[in-house]
């Protein structure tokens, strides 16, 4: 179950709030300029199933999402816990960094951990299927799938380049606690 908690960004030990009820989460993402919605997936998807497969089952949500955003450009992550090169995709992220557009992800299956970093706290999403996060171009984040990923999630994106991130150099990322898939949530 999708989860929203909050920390002084120097407290990770201890939040100053936790929520799992998405109209809560969605309230209080949007005041960071955050959209968070609940969609229905439609067609069974599994971690590891080519990005073709995953494109063509929900080609009519990727086209209506595109047309109302601008999207230009869509992507696939699809990483199953066999996945030979999962460290390096993981360590990929889990630094503090931002993007200079808007990063959107609709999850289809599986989970990841997007934690936040905006005016002194960060902001810990942990996403499941059916969660499309959408984070403000410049919000500095980083994001974990854990030590064996298990998600699949389509990324939508204004420039094909729009996915380069930009890092900070800060250590924040490596104070916070680590997601463990499967883990006590």
């Known amino acids: 179950m999708s989860r929203l908690r909050i920390f002084a960004d120097d407290r990770p030990d201890v939040p100053l709030s936790e929520t799992r009820d998405h109209a809560a989460m969605a309230a209080e993402l949007a005041k960071l300029g955050v959209d968070f919605e609940q969609w229905t997936t439609t067609q069974s998807i599994a971690p590891g199933d080519a990005p073709e497969t995953i494109i063509a089952a929900y080609r009519s949500d990727i086209d209506r999402i595109s047309a109302e955003r601008g999207f230009t450009t869509i992507d696939v992550v699809s990483i199953a816990p066999d996945n030979p090169n ?40 942990l996403c499941e299927a059916d969660d ?36 900070t150099g800060t250590d924040i990322a490596q104070r916070f606690p680590r997601y463990e898939v499967g883990q006590a949530t």
Not at 133 to 162: C, L, N, Y
């Open 86 to 125: 999962r460290d390096a995709m993981r360590a990929k992220f889990l630094d503090e960094h931002y993007h200079v557009e808007d990063e959107v992800r609709f999850f289809v299956a599986g989970s990841g951990l997007f934690s936040l970093h905006v005016d002194g706290k960060v902001y810990e999403v």
């Open 132 to 167: 499309l996060i959408s984070v403000p171009d410049k919000t500095t984040h980083w994001f974990d799938m854990g030590p064996e990923p298990s998600f699949v999630a389509i990324r939508f994106f204004q420039k094909a380049d729009g996915w380069v991130g930009h890092f």
